[in-house]
């Protein structure tokens, strides 16, 4: 059976030599990484091919014919479009230094300005003309308002004839070309632009995204730029399709068609089909390889077997069953696994198993963990595992007998045999040096030069502490906390406190020698709050007044994380570090940075050092953090540059968590960065954890993105992992896999809890395995294929040229929907735009992650945040990276007051707003209010308590207190936004046509960037000029 519907995926799903930071023997992680297998489509440049390289016979710099093409030809061979006639043991390249040119076209070198001559088949008439006439033909089903699409969830194809669902397309405008056209593709053609409906009058240029108001910088955090935002910014702009436009219009012929954008798949309506569909019921997992709902939708989740979508969520649900599919289809099959995800109340928490001193029972040859995919044989004395299918003994204690269909009679009372997630308690076997743990300690270290003394925040920080220190996390049957608590403070040297419960003052101990830290002092420094509260309130009331003369301004900071490390090695037990700090640290000690902020390496070979750590001591500093159990959060108040890529490198590699508040301002941003601490204090985390991903046999774990350290290629190692860290692990095939049996996946973390007791938490999956492409395409999630793009592109960028990066993304996009578009769909013409339905939005998504900071090279955006995004995303779950991508715009004008509803977002582009409108927008780092200047006058005042839009301040970040139902109603929008995300975010008003205005447009990521990425509509002409490429 055919199918249709909207497609896109990325080569990565193949195993591939030197793929994310392992060699192809699996060595330790090496330094030449190369990224993804986004099948580099011209690898000629190689004098031969290495072996595992396979090439291709597509150039995918070439321009083909647009039109449709003759019946007969619209099937191409395979291998025209496949990574090159690849033997069975040949793997496509992952990322590739940059793209060279091609031996079967004329092409240049990405980047190139000039016009490629056409390929021979080429159609005669010009390229503009063949875009527009394909862009009429392009047959994509309408998702405006008034037309959802039932069929949408079935699976099915979804071809209309266009009488039934035209795009809308206007006469308009032409628009010029991009000025790097990417690797010569989209060169000659000139994009449609958004045809704009209910965009606000007053605004006259077609792209109000472009415009900026006279006078006018723009948003906090970034350098004025020149009002036009045409050629002089050609230099560097972004490589993939569609990037800007250009100077002075070049293309002569007709004038360009518009598309409607409520005619290509709109994500809002796929996540409220899904809501409508699948939201308020209960989901049971009882069915291997069944689809969950999608992220954003709010069911009840039932353990019936394998483990909730809360904690694992796949890129297809359903795996090729051979390597050579997986290469074809280049979907990369990646599990993201967030293992001490929140469960709501309404769901049961984790049973927790105890076989006494026998510990857990396991698999005799691969030590996978009881589960049920264990089958139990010979009347219950034999079981075979699910796994490597060795048959063990049942150990005496554990025999029952069987039933009438061969499962054990006690299957449903015993957690390991009838759920997917349950615990273990674990034995002295899993304990370090085969003792039992002590409990976790929390060391608060506080930078208390000038500055941080000067702005309030000191105080701040030692005032919220006693009371914060009263919420420390404990097990639910246990009234106080096990956790230990110390204090340091620091500038260019170290001063550790005492604070037994005995004495009747806090005694402080300088460390002046900050090249080779040691700890002064052991009794008294980890102390339980409980019994020295007296002593440790008295210290929190004294470090402000103890400092409030200092002058310091130089500040250290590897030698206060190696203190910390050293403090918790010394008392044996695993912990947190909780530093707050300022600057970059300059005094003379280990760790010493300098100011390495250079705008000229952006769109080198050489911006991906901004990237890495400035110097090596951090790295090998993070691994004894992990070693020690040690994990660093840190706290980072800037008012410049300072350096993210190094500071930042242990708290990464610890699995701890980063926050930044740039310019810190004591009044306004007290209330996120206070929320912010409270919230990690309190949040549930699970200490020393080594998390390993087990696979039944066919398949394997490869690469594993997120906070985490590896010292070997199997053992996830975290010092600290929380209810928000996210593993995200890529799966090769090493065999066939067989359709019965399906590809089973167990993860297993053995960790220490806030209790100190070492326990096991286990998470089973089984997926099912098909010959038929169809199968795998119809089970993707696109919300968790995001997430795996994101996490391994930010991952590449560490030794690979951005512009690299950025290409596979945009090649790898269209070999997903091409190899659909092949194999799956019903035969068609070649002009119209077929996409598998269950990754219809992966354009749009695909675009928002090609345009993110990360990935975008300008010199307007700074260092320091680009750095600061790339950490954050690599230890995002599935529900993190969907929001941060593609934020949720809500409109508050039409809210009905009496109900408790949310209102249902609509699409994040300018084109939405209204003049009359009042929108809330949300990404998980940042949150805005953009009011209209015609915003109802009782809307204004129930907010903000003002008579009109001229009196709002835009200064504000927090709403007023007040009691009428506008307010409490915008306000608990607003706090159900927020609770559900790790991150607190600060509340920016906007007002229409005023300055921060350009700070919010950058959010609205269907439409043009100001930084140069492409709109969603110019990115899926792109993508779909390269998808008939790759079929030509």
Same mark, same amino acid.
């Given at each position: 059976m055919s199918q249709q519907g909207y497609v896109t995926a990325p080569p990565y799903s193949q195993s591939q030599p030197r793929m994310g930071g392992f060699s192809a023997g699996f060595g330790p992680p090496n330094s030449s990484l190369h990224y993804g297998h986004y099948g580099d489509p011209n690898s000629s440049h190689a004098a031969a091919p290495q072996p595992g390289l396979s090439k291709s016979t597509v150039p995918l710099g070439s321009s083909a014919p647009l039109g449709p093409l003759p019946p007969a030809t619209h099937q191409v061979s395979q291998n025209n479009f496949q990574s090159g006639p690849s033997a069975a043991g040949q793997q496509p390249h992952r990322f590739q230094s940059p793209l060279p040119p091609n031996n079967t076209g004329p092409s240049y070198p990405p980047g190139s300005h000039q016009s490629q001559p056409a390929s021979p088949n080429t159609v005669s008439t010009s390229c503009t003309t063949q875009l527009a006439n394909q862009l009429n033909s392009m047959q994509i089903n309408s998702y405006g308002p008034g037309a959802i699409q039932s069929s949408h969830t079935s699976g099915h194809p979804q071809q209309l004839p266009l009488t039934q669902h035209q795009m809308t397309l206007q006469p308009g405008p032409q628009i010029p070309p991009p000025a790097n056209n990417f690797s010569g593709l989209c060169a000659q053609s000139s994009l449609p632009s958004i045809a704009r409906q209910d965009g606000i009058p007053g605004s006259g240029l077609p792209n109000p995204n472009l415009q900026q108001l006279p006078g006018q910088t723009p948003g906090p955090g970034y350098h004025p730029q020149q009002a036009n935002y045409g050629p002089q910014m050609a230099g560097s702009q972004l490589s993939y399709p569609g990037a800007f436009p250009g100077g002075p219009a070049q293309l002569s012929g007709p004038p360009q068609k518009k598309l409607d954008p409520d005619s290509i798949p709109s994500p809002i309506q796929v996540i409220e089909n899904d809501k409508a569909s699948r939201g308020g019921q209960m989901y049971a997992t009882n069915t291997r390889g069944q689809v969950p709902p999608l992220v954003t939708t709010d069911c009840l989740i039932q353990d019936q077997g394998h483990a909730s979508p809360r904690y694992i969520r796949c890129t297809t649900y359903c795996f090729p069953s051979s390597s050579d599919m997986a290469k074809q289809a280049r979907i990369p099959l990646a599990a993201v696994i967030q293992p001490f995800a929140i469960v709501p109340q309404n769901e049961t928490p984790l049973y927790v198993v105890n076989h006494g001193e026998t510990g857990p029972i396991r698999c005799n040859r691969c030590k996978a963990y009881m589960c049920p995919f264990m089958q139990f044989i010979e009347g219950g004395r034999r079981y075979q595992c699910g796994f490597c299918n060795c048959i063990n003994e049942v150990p005496p204690f554990f025999f029952q007998h069987l039933d009438h269909i061969g499962r054990r009679v006690d299957h449903y009372e015993r957690p390991e045999l009838s759920l997917g997630s349950y615990e273990y308690v674990a034995t002295l076997d899993y304990c370090r040096n085969?003792?039992?743990?002590?409990?976790?300690?929390?060391?608060?270290?506080?930078?208390?030069?000038?500055?941080?003394?000067?702005?309030?925040?000191?105080?701040?920080?030692?005032?919220?502490?006693?009371?914060?220190?009263?919420?420390?996390?404990?097990?639910?049957?246990?009234?106080?906390?096990?956790?230990? =608590?110390?204090?340091?403070?620091?500038?260019?040297?170290?001063?550790?406190?005492?604070?037994?419960?005995?004495?009747?003052?806090?005694?402080?101990?300088?460390?002046?020698?900050?090249?080779?830290?040691?700890?002064?002092?052991?009794?008294?420094?980890?102390?339980?709050?409980?019994?020295?509260?007296?002593? =440790?309130?008295?210290?929190?009331?004294?470090?402000?007044?103890?400092?409030?003369?200092?002058?310091?301004?130089?500040?250290?900071?590897?030698?206060?994380?190696?203190?910390?490390?050293?403090?918790?090695?010394?008392?044996?037990?695993?912990?947190?570090?909780?530093?707050?700090?300022?600057?970059?640290?300059?005094?003379?000690?280990?760790?010493?940075?300098?100011?390495?902020?250079?705008?000229?390496?952006?769109?080198?070979?050489?911006?991906?050092?901004?990237?890495?750590?400035?110097?090596?001591?951090y790295e090998s500093l993070a691994r004894d953090c992990v070693a020690n159990g040690c994990c660093v959060n840190l706290f980072l108040f800037p008012n410049q540059y300072v350096d993210i890529a190094s500071l930042g490198l242990v708290t990464m590699y610890t699995g701890g968590t980063l926050y930044k508040y740039n310019n810190f301002q004591l009044n306004s941003d007290s209330p996120q960065f206070l929320t912010d601490l409270r919230r990690d204090i309190e949040k549930k985390t699970a200490f020393d954890a080594i998390m390993r991903v087990r696979t039944s046999t066919g398949f394997r774990a490869t690469d594993f993105f997120g906070a985490i350290y590896m010292n070997n290629t199997t053992d996830v190692e975290m010092a600290a992992v929380d209810c928000d860290k996210a593993v995200t692990v890529e799966f090769k095939h090493d065999d066939k896999l067989n359709e019965d049996s399906g590809a089973l996946i167990q993860c297993a973390v053995l960790y220490t809890s806030v209790s100190g007791q070492r326990r096991l938490r286990i998470h089973n999956i089984g997926l099912n395995c098909s010959t038929q492409l169809a199968d795998v395409y119809k089970t993707c999630e696109t919300d968790a294929l995001i997430n795996f793009f994101a996490k391994s592109a930010f991952k590449a960028i560490l030794s690979q040229p951005l512009k690299v990066v950025r290409e596979i993304l945009v090649s790898q996009t269209a070999h997903m929907l091409a190899c659909y578009r092949k194999n799956c769909a019903s035969p068609s013409a070649v002009s119209q735009l077929i996409l598998p339905d269950a990754m219809k939005v992966l354009p749009v998504y695909m675009n928002c992650l090609l345009k993110s900071t990360v990935l975008t090279g300008r010199p307007e955006i700074p260092t320091d945040e680009r750095a600061y995004h790339r950490q954050l995303v690599m230890s995002m779950g599935v529900a993190d990276t969907q929001l941060f991508f593609y934020p949720q715009l809500l409109p508050l004008h039409n809210l009905d007051l009496k109900s408790d509803t949310v209102p249902a977002a609509v699409r994040c582009s300018e084109e939405r707003l209204s003049e009359g409108g009042a929108f809330i927008l949300a990404n998980g780092l940042s949150m805005f209010l953009w009011l209209g200047v015609s915003t109802p006058p009782e809307l204004i005042q129930g907010l903000f308590n003002v008579p009109s839009f001229a009196h709002i301040s835009a200064e504000a970040t927090l709403l007023p207190d007040l009691a009428n139902p506008y307010s409490k109603k915008i306000k608990s929008i607003v706090e159900r936004i927020q609770s559900q995300k790790p991150y607190t975010m600060k509340l920016m008003i906007v007002k229409q046509r005023e300055q921060p205005e350009m700070l919010f447009r950058q959010f609205l990521v269907e439409d043009k960037s100001i930084h140069g990425g492409a709109s969603y509509v110019d990115f899926l002409c792109c993508v779909h000029k390269e998808i008939c490429q790759l079929l030509n």
């Open positions: 085969n003792k039992p743990p002590n409990p976790p300690a929390y060391i608060f270290m506080i930078d208390v030069s000038y500055r941080n003394i000067n702005s309030g925040l000191v105080k701040l920080i030692c005032d919220e502490l006693k009371t914060l220190l009263d919420k420390l996390p404990r097990e639910e049957q246990e009234e106080s906390s096990a956790i230990r =608590v110390g204090f340091v403070t620091y500038n260019k040297v170290l001063h550790f406190f005492n604070v037994k419960s005995n004495l009747a003052q806090p005694q402080m101990m300088v460390v002046s020698d900050v090249g080779e830290v040691f700890v002064p002092l052991l009794d008294g420094f980890l102390v339980n709050f409980q019994e020295s509260r007296s002593v =440790v309130n008295n210290l929190l009331d004294q470090i402000p007044e103890m400092f409030a003369d200092t002058n310091e301004s130089e500040t250290i900071f590897a030698p206060v994380i190696q203190a910390g490390m050293e403090a918790l090695k010394a008392a044996e037990c695993a912990g947190k570090l909780f530093i707050f700090h300022s600057s970059l640290p300059t005094a003379e000690a280990p760790g010493k940075l300098r100011n390495r902020d250079d705008k000229k390496l952006l769109n080198t070979d050489k911006e991906k050092t901004l990237f890495q750590p400035q110097v090596n001591s």
